[in-house]
């Protein structure tokens, strides 16, 4: 090589690694625009995980959905079953609060680390802090510092008003479920919940890094234990899945419908209809749900209030014909499912490893456990 091929060389790649540094200075593609400082964190509820260990938070109460670059990036494989007892009273005792004033609303993992996240409550009613844990498989608990975070916020434009509405019973907070469930695909974080209009059921799809929120999709759906198309009902709980190659979503509501969506359709300002592709039984609320493969076949797996866990083979969801008729007296249509009687009083469920679960149970109303478990 001659001493100026050696001269050119030798400055494009002292260039690259000026780029290199200067792109660990201002962050990745995923982190550059984000703030460091104190979150304003009023509510922390549904959770999921986005790339680089970027942990999404469900902020109702702001109406607002919270990235938090939790720098948990170090690759960590799960290899010991874990298993957490009386979590609740550890939780409590570490927040200085009574077990009865602990609520645990949602749980993630890290993919990476295999670390697991609880947004809790420390309180009751409006006043309730939020709180966010990160438990280690070796059953650590710390809660995350909320005061020195690199963050980013999207705040929804159309959320419910936050005030009480109703009497009785039926009195509630609609902004509460301004958003019920989240999940990020493909540099989009998806959000399911209630916006401020007659049509108020909603999902729509953020581009990340967050710039801005257009308004979201409007949903319409024929539920069959009602006997009726409704626009007004949350998704209470949703998961991707492809179909035919193409992304969907998979959305369960209270008594309890599956719907199928195509994420394509997603667009701002749109209305659609999703495909009813089961009805899984009345009286019962979805509570999580997760996709997993086992014997090169695919299935859903769903905790629900009532009705235990669902195993749902996935195969058929393609074919399968939209329920447009009523199914009366508690009666299931569409899809089938095998109820796993050995995993009962689970509350939350997420793939901790490709054969391995981590749950949230509560058993005969004692206290939460958390732990690992083989799929089904």
């Known amino acids: 090589m001659s001493m100026r091929s050696y001269s050119i060389t030798l400055l494009w790649s002292l260039l690259a690694s000026l780029i290199l ?22 509510s922390a509820g549904s959770l999921a995980f986005g790339p680089e260990g970027i942990l999404f938070v469900a902020d109702s109460r702001s109406a607002a959905i919270h990235a938090i670059a939790t720098a948990d990036t170090t690759p960590v494989a799960f ?5 957490l007892e009386a979590l609740d009273r550890q939780l ?31 309180g009751r009613g409006p006043q309730a802090a939020p709180v966010i844990v990160m438990v280690t498989p070796a059953g650590k608990i710390s809660p995350l510092e909320m005061t020195t975070l690199q963050h980013s916020t999207a705040l929804l434009p159309d959320a419910p008003v936050d005030k009480e509405v109703g009497e009785g019973r039926r009195r509630s907070n609609p902004r509460l479920e301004s958003i019920t469930d989240i999940a990020f695909l493909d540099g989009r974080v998806l959000v399911a919940g209630l916006v401020n209009e007659e049509f108020a059921s909603t999902l729509r799809a953020i581009p990340f890094p967050f710039k801005q929120v257009s308004a979201g999709t409007k949903v319409e759906i024929y539920h069959g234990a009602h006997g009726r198309f409704e626009t007004r009902s949350p998704v209470r709980t949703f998961v991707p899945f492809s179909i035919g190659d193409q992304p ?9 419908p599956l719907v199928q969506f195509p994420v394509s359709a997603l667009q701002p300002g749109a209305a659609i209809v999703g495909k009813t592709v089961a009805e899984l039984g009345n009286r019962n609320r979805p509570l999580d749900m997760v996709v997993y493969h086992k014997d090169e076949k695919t299935f859903l797996l769903m905790a629900n209030s009532s009705r235990g866990i669902m195993k749902i083979p996935a195969e058929g969801i393609e074919e399968a014909s939209g329920i447009q008729e009523a199914v009366v007296d508690g009666a299931t249509k569409g899809l089938d499912y095998q109820t796993i009687e050995s995993w009962q009083g689970v509350d939350q469920l997420d793939l901790i490893d490709s054969r391995h679960a981590v749950l949230l149970v509560r058993a005969d109303n004692g206290p939460l456990h958390l732990e690992s478990r083989p799929l089904p």
């Open 79 to 83: 290899s010991k079953p874990l298993k």
């Open 248 to 256: 969907h979503l998979l959305a369960a509501y209270t008594c309890t």
């Open 21 to 42: 540094i200067q792109d660990d200075l201002n962050g990745s593609e995923w982190t550059r625009d984000m703030q460091s400082g104190e979150l304003d964190l009023r």
């Open 92 to 122: 409590a005792s570490m927040l200085g609060v009574p077990t009865e004033e602990v609520m645990v609303h949602d749980m993630a993992v890290n993919p990476i680390s295999h670390n697991i996240y609880l947004s809790l409550s420390r």
